[in-house]
């Protein structure tokens, strides 16, 4: 059974900046499609970026241009950076990894990130 493990969340003033990692126990990220999710309280689950195994991303409108998507297959980490945060961007934050899109594949256990002054 593979598990992910998420890290990285925190508190930051608004501009800031976090990374956000999503351990696997398994050699899965670089043939599996790996999302981030996020939800806000009240908000249902978005989509927020997704690396598939070929590599391409997608993003969300509302972090296109401040988020990326990326991964480390030697250490079966995908990664998301997040610039320039807005309070909006608060929630808790999980990754999926899945052998295909529609599957319900592995879910984490998700990450706090609050973004306030």
């Known amino acids: 059974q593979v598990q992910l493990v998420e890290s990285g969340g925190g508190q930051v003033q608004p501009g800031g900046s976090l990374r956000l990692s999503c351990a696997a126990s398994?050699?899965?990220?670089?043939?599996?499609?790996t999302d981030w999710y996020r939800q806000a309280p009240g908000k249902q689950r978005e989509l927020v970026a997704r690396i598939f195994s070929s590599g391409t991303t997608i993003y969300a409108d509302s972090v296109r241009g401040r988020f990326t998507i990326s991964r480390d297959n030697a250490k079966n980490t995908v990664y998301l950076q997040m610039n320039s945060l807005k309070p909006e961007d608060t929630a808790a934050y999980l990754c999926?990894?899945?052998?295909?899109?529609?599957?319900?594949?592995?879910w984490g256990q998700g990450t706090q990130v609050t973004v306030s002054s």
């Open positions: 999926n990894s899945k052998r295909w899109v529609g599957d319900y594949g592995y």
């Open positions: 398994g050699n899965i990220v670089s043939v599996y499609t």
